[in-house]
């Protein structure tokens, strides 16, 4: 199965963006798991999904990148052997690291057939000044940052173009390796290039 991650901070826009993805390749006839991380005690983002009738692993307990990295194999090892997804996406906590996930994984892999998909890692530009302001927060944004594929520009129906093109330059400066795109869930505008880049990127 092939590992996709969908990761940005808190908010940033990953459920919205995973269950729009999860059914357009349903629809396809690829088969989808989803594996969230919840840091809450109520696991809402693991149950919201569930409810449209998509095969969803809730990991709470902490982060999948480091305190529960073990659950998180076990999982994925259970899903590998009893639901045979084309495609397993992973929801990371919104302060994860997702090459720490990778790296978690990286034992089973094999074992599990699991290939890497594309990391997305999305960009909420409507707070971008929050994130570009605020030490703590630019450090821990540019590490998701570093580790992505593609970067997301999300929201771009709601914040001005300025504010979108002084995103994209910081996003490039952090990672000019990644593919950089815009993208909103609202208006769909970005969306078919995600789709593609899952159904087929490799790393
Ligand atoms: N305007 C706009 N709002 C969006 C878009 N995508 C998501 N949102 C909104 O942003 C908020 C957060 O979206 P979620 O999909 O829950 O974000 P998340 O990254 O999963 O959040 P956490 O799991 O809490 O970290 C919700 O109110 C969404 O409706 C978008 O493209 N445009
Ligand atoms: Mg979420």
């Known amino acids: 199965m092939k590992l996709v991650q969908i990761a940005g901070y808190l908010g940033s826009g990953k459920t919205t963006l995973i269950l729009a993805l999860s059914k357009k390749l349903a629809e396809e006839g690829q088969k989808v798991a989803i594996l969230v991380n919840d840091v809450g005690e109520?696991?809402?983002?693991g149950k919201v999904m569930q409810e449209y009738g998509l095969e969803v692993k809730d990991i709470g307990g902490g982060c999948i990148c480091c305190q529960v990295a073990g659950t998180m194999r076990k999982t994925l090892g259970l899903l590998a052997k009893n639901y045979e997804p084309d495609i397993t996406i992973i929801e990371p906590t919104g302060i994860a690291v997702p090459n720490a996930i990778k790296e978690a994984v990286g034992?089973?892999?094999a074992k599990f057939q699991i290939t890497f998909g594309p990391t997305i890692v999305l960009f909420d530009t409507t707070r971008a000044e929050k994130f570009l302001t605020y030490d703590p927060l630019i450090r821990l944004v540019s590490t998701q940052?570093?580790?992505a594929d593609i970067i997301a520009l999300?929201?771009?129906?709601?914040?001005?173009?300025?504010?979108?093109?002084y995103s994209k330059e910081f996003v490039q400066g952090i990672n000019p390796d990644a593919k950089i795109m815009k993208l909103s869930s609202r208006t769909g505008q970005g969306f078919e290039i995600i789709v593609k880049a899952v159904r087929d990127f490799t790393a």
């Open 42 to 45: 109520v696991p809402i983002d």
């Open 107 to 109: 034992p089973e892999a």
């Open 154 to 165: 999300n929201k771009v129906d709601a914040a001005p173009e300025d504010k979108i093109e």
């Open 145 to 147: 940052l570093k580790d």
